[in-house]
C-alpha cells in the first residue's frame, strides 16, 4: 500500500489586508471556508502518537476533530473538541499554538505543521451559524461554589461544575463578563460578540453572575467561604509591573491594562460617543516585547491622530516572547521596532511626557530565563521624541482578594500557592488557577488549571 503523500505548506487563512485594517478594530483574520478547512484538514495524517494531543493543556481530541472536518462534520467536530474545550472560537484565535499542538504536530516536522488553532476556529464558528447544541447537566447536589472572576478559568470552571449538579456563582469585578478575553485582548484579535456568544454557556446551565463585585472590598474572601462549600479563585494578573525611572507619574505614561482596558472594555476609541477617553498623541512608545505588547501597538495604530507607533525592546526580536503571528502582524501594520533599546528616563513638560531618554543594548551571557541578557552601551544615551508611552512588561496578581485573609499561602511575587495536581489551596475548600498562580500565562493554561480545579472541588464536595 502506497504511503500517503504528506502536504508540507499549509492552507493560509486568509486576512484584510493591512492597509484596510488599521482603519477600524474589526478581525483581522477571515477565516477558513469549509472548502479550506477540509483542505487544510486532509493535511493531518493521524499519526497514532497524537503527541497535539499531549500539548494541549485541556487534552482537545484534535487528531478527531480534524478527521471530522475532513470528512466535512463540520458540527460534529465543534462538539468533539467541547468534549474538553467549551471555547473553540475563542481558543482557536488566542491560543500560543506553535508553542502547544501545533508545536508538537509531526507534519511539523518535515512543512508547516496542521493549522490547529484555525481549524478550532472554524469548527466552533460553524457551529454557531447552525445552532449550538445546548449542555446537559445532572441533578442538583445541593452544594454552592463561588468562582472569582468570569475570564477564561472562571467560565470553565463554572461550566464543568454546573454540569456536575452544582449551583455555582461567578463574582466578576468589572461591569461585563469575560475577564482578560473582554478587557485584555482588542478585538481584532478576538471580536466581543464571539466571547459574549461563548458565555452563553453558562446561561445554560444556570451558572449566575454578579458584576460589579469586587471580592476583598464588597465581600470579602472569608465570607465567600462562610456562604458556599467552596472558592475557585481565577481574579487573573491584574497588577501591572512598572518601571522605576524618573518620569513615571507624567501624563501620558499608562500601564498596558489601562490603556487596553480603556479602549476594549470602555469604548475610549469611540469617544465622544463614549464618556471614557483614552489621551493618544503622535508618537507613541509601548515598552515591552510580549504579546500584549504588539496588542497596545497594534491598538494605537488604530487610534484616530497617531502617526507612528514604536515598539522598544531591550533585548533583540529573536528573544521576544510574543507569538512571531503578532510580530508579523504589527509590522504589516506599520509598527516601528526599536530593539535592543531601553528607556531610562520620561522627560515632561508642563506635566505631560514629550520624550524618552534611552540607551542602547547589547546581548551579554544567558540569564535565569535562557535569553541572553541586556547589557547596556555606555554612552549611547539618545531621545526618542514621543508623546504616550505605554508600559507592558508584565503584570502579577492582584492583592485585594487576598487582603485581609490569613492562612493563604501567597508565592514571592503575590501569586497564590497551590497543589499542581488539584489547584488547591492551604485554604479549607479554596482552589485557584489562571494568572493569579502563574502569573501572566494564557488562556489555555487557564482552562486547563480550571478543569484540574473542578475536579477535585466536585470530589471535595462529594466528600463533605
Known amino acids: ?52 494531543v499531549e500539548g494541549c493543556p485541556v487534552r482537545v481530541p484534535i487528531p478527531q476533530f480534524i478527521k471530522l472536518i475532513a470528512e466535512g462534520k463540520f458540527v460534529e467536530a465543534a462538539r468533539k473538541i467541547k468534549e474538553e474545550n467549551i471555547l473553540p472560537s475563542i481558543c482557536g484565535r488566542v491560543c500560543p499554538q506553535e508553542n502547544q499542538c501545533e508545536g508538537v504536530c509531526v507534519v511539523g516536522k518535515i512543512g508547516d505543521p496542521v493549522a490547529i488553532g484555525a481549524l478550532e476556529a472554524f469548527a466552533g464558528d460553524y457551529e454557531a451559524k447552525v445552532g449550538i447544541e445546548k449542555p446537559q447537566k445532572d441533578e442538583p447536589t445541593g452544594k454552592k461554589v463561588a468562582v472569582v472572576g468570569s475570564g477564561p478559568g472562571g467560565i470553565t ?56 463585585y469586587v471580592i476583598g472590598k464588597t465581600k470579602t474572601l472569608e465570607e465567600l467561604r462562610e456562604e458556599f462549600d467552596a472558592v475557585f479563585i481565577a481574579s487573573g494578573a491584574g497588577l501591572p509591573y512598572m518601571l522605576k525611572i524618573e518620569g513615571l507619574n507624567l501624563n501620558g505614561v499608562y500601564a498596558a491594562n489601562e490603556f487596553l482596558t480603556r479602549v476594549n472594555l470602555m469604548g475610549a476609541s469611540r469617544f465622544p460617543d463614549y464618556d471614557t477617553p483614552v489621551y493618544v498623541g503622535k508618537k507613541v512608545a509601548v515598552i515591552g516585547g510580549g504579546n500584549t505588547a504588539m496588542d497596545v501597538a497594534r491598538t494605537a495604530k488604530r487610534l484616530k491622530g497617531v502617526e507612528e507607533v514604536y515598539i522598544v525592546y531591550r533585548r533583540s526580536e529573536a528573544e521576544m516572547p510574543a507569538r512571531v503571528e503578532e510580530v508579523h502582524h504589527a509590522k504589516e501594520e506599520g509598527v516601528i521596532f526599536k530593539t535592543l533599546t531601553n528607556p531610562v528616563k520620561f522627560i515632561g513638560k508642563d506635566g505631560w511626557v514629550v520624550g524618552m531618554e534611552c540607551v542602547r543594548m547589547e546581548l551579554s551571557e544567558p540569564d535565569e530565563s535562557g535569553r541572553r541578557r541586556p547589557v547596556p552601551i555606555e554612552g549611547s544615551n539618545f531621545v526618542l521624541d514621543v508623546d504616550t508611552v505605554v508600559l507592558a512588561i508584565g503584570q502579577g496578581p492582584n492583592p485585594i482578594v487576598m487582603e485581609g485573609v490569613d492562612g493563604l499561602e501567597v508565592g514571592k511575587w503575590g501569586q497564590i500557592v497551590v497543589d499542581p495536581e488539584t489547584c488547591k489551596t492551604s485554604l479549607e475548600g479554596v482552589f485557584a488557577g489562571g494568572d493569579v498562580i502563574h502569573g501572566g500565562s494564557t488562556v489555555i493554561q487557564a482552562m486547563g488549571d480550571a478543569r484540574k480545579a473542578a475536579a477535585a472541588i466536585h470530589e471535595y464536595l462529594l466528600e463533605k
Do not use: W
Open 1 to 52: 500500500m502506497a504511503k500517503k503523500e504528506i502536504k508540507k505548506n499549509r492552507i493560509p487563512v486568509p486576512e484584510r489586508p493591512a492597509e484596510e485594517r488599521i482603519k477600524d478594530f474589526n478581525e483581522v483574520k477571515l477565516g477558513y471556508t469549509p472548502e479550506l478547512a477540509m483542505e487544510e484538514a486532509k493535511r493531518c495524517i493521524q499519526c497514532p502518537t497524537q503527541p497535539c
Open 157 to 212: 470552571c463554572a461550566a464543568d461544575l454546573a454540569k456536575l449538579g452544582h449551583s455555582v456563582t461567578i463574582f466578576e469585578a468589572l461591569h461585563e463578563p469575560g475577564g482578560v478575553l473582554i478587557y485584555g485582548i482588542p478585538e481584532f484579535r478576538l471580536p466581543n460578540e464571539i466571547v459574549y456568544r461563548e458565555l452563553e454557556i453558562l446561561k445554560d446551565l444556570g451558572v449566575k453572575i454578579k458584576l460589579n
